[in-house]
């Protein structure tokens, strides 16, 4: 198939499921954005038409408008066989506005499809699901969230892209560090990793060997080490910054608990990974991770989000070692089950032949 994605370029997981499509599927890609650029397999055609700067969350919704005209021309030119809206409110809804089809639009998360308190983000977003052949949801929280938007149950695929299961795998037990707690999300206020670092140094008191790895960048990095400084976690904090995702199977490998403390979610990668690799999940009950974690087996929820609270929970994890083996055991089987990428993608690769074949 020739595959045309309307995306975030800069988007990490944009670049990890396009270069699924075109370097293990084998399939022609064109990514078009208005956001900034990205780096892709060498094979795929990266159409740039806007900011260098701009990412998702900072490109006003008059850049979407503003490119529809341009976008409209380009697909004509690149004439996909199936056109990709990643995200509903945004490239979902320039995708319908093109007025090409089949059109695909991938619903991630479930506060991204429309917040209530914002009527423009719901116009966008209802057109795009009026508009779309197929909406691809990443779960089954978000495909109900669809549904009571209007969506046709009968043109929703619930599939999420999955990760590389033989690359995030449990390391070598005397790599794993103790009471060792890793985040691996954007350092960005959404996510909430203020959140985390307080609770390490409430956790702390109970806790003495405690130490934390805040791996990534964004807006909140000076700010989140400022708030480690003051806390007195200078030398038990790491903030290593953005690394290379081939890097991260390692540095999950050698930490014992993975935390989130991000409000709602659609299916995290990170956790995802994180699972993978045998690090104990400590994230927000929330229905994105209910879908993965169960209380108290195989990982565990934190109900108020409060740094109190995740710092409870830090400290019964790291009490637990019995709780912390059996989850890693578990959590393998879930992922290697449910979120082996080699698996998913064929499933969403055949969804597509199939919309395509029905066109």
């Known amino acids: 198939m020739r595959i045309c ?8 997981n944009t670049r990890s499921w396009v270069n699924a499509f075109a370097e293990d599927l084998g399939h022609e890609v064109h990514v078009v954005s208005v956001n900034r650029t990205g780096e892709f397999a060498p094979s795929v055609t990266l159409h740039h038409i806007g900011s260098e700067t701009g990412t998702q969350d900072t490109v006003g919704k008059l850049a979407y408008l503003r490119s529809i005209g341009r976008i409209r021309r380009l697909v004509s030119e690149i004439a996909p066989d199936v056109l990709v809206g990643y995200r509903v409110a945004s490239y979902g809804y320039v995708g319908a506005r093109t007025g090409f089809r089949p059109l695909v639009v991938v619903a991630q998360g479930q506060h991204i499809i429309t917040p209530r308190r914002s009527l423009p983000k719901r116009v966008f977003a209802l057109t795009a699901i009026r508009g779309a052949s197929l909406l691809h949801s990443w779960a089954p929280h978000v495909t109900e969230r669809l549904i009571e938007l209007g969506a046709d149950p009968d043109r929703i695929l619930t599939c999420h892209r999955g990760i590389d299961i033989t690359r995030f795998s449990p390391g070598a037990a005397n790599e794993r560090v103790p ?24 956790a702390r008191s109970e806790v003495n060997e405690l130490t934390g790895n805040i791996v990534g960048d964004g807006d909140a990095a000076q700010d989140l080490r400022q708030l480690a400084d003051g806390l007195g976690m200078a030398d038990v904090v790491e ?3 953005r690394v290379p995702h081939e890097e991260l199977p390692g540095l999950l490998g050698r930490s014992s608990i993975y935390a989130s403390a991000v409000r709602t979610d659609g ?4 956790l995802l990974e994180a699972m993978a690799t045998g690090c104990f999940p400590i994230v927000r009950d929330n229905a994105a991770n ?62 597509y032949q199939d919309l395509v074949g029905r066109t």
Not at 183 to 193: P, S
């Open 5 to 12: 994605f309307l995306a975030d370029a800069g988007s990490v």
């Open 290 to 351: 209910r879908h993965w974690v169960e209380h108290g087996r195989n990982g565990l929820l934190v109900a108020d989000g409060s740094p109190a609270a995740y710092a409870e929970a830090i400290t019964t994890a790291c009490r637990d070692h019995e709780l912390l083996a059996n989850a890693a055991r578990l959590n393998r089987e879930i992922v290697t089950e449910r979120a082996d990428s080699a698996r998913n993608m064929r499933t969403i690769e055949r969804a």
């Open 179 to 202: 009471a060792s707690v890793i985040v691996t999300r954007n350092l960005c206020d959404w996510y909430r990793i203020d959140v985390v670092v307080k609770a390490l140094a409430l």
């Open 267 to 270: 299916v995290s990668a990170s």
């Open 239 to 241: 903030f290593p910054g």
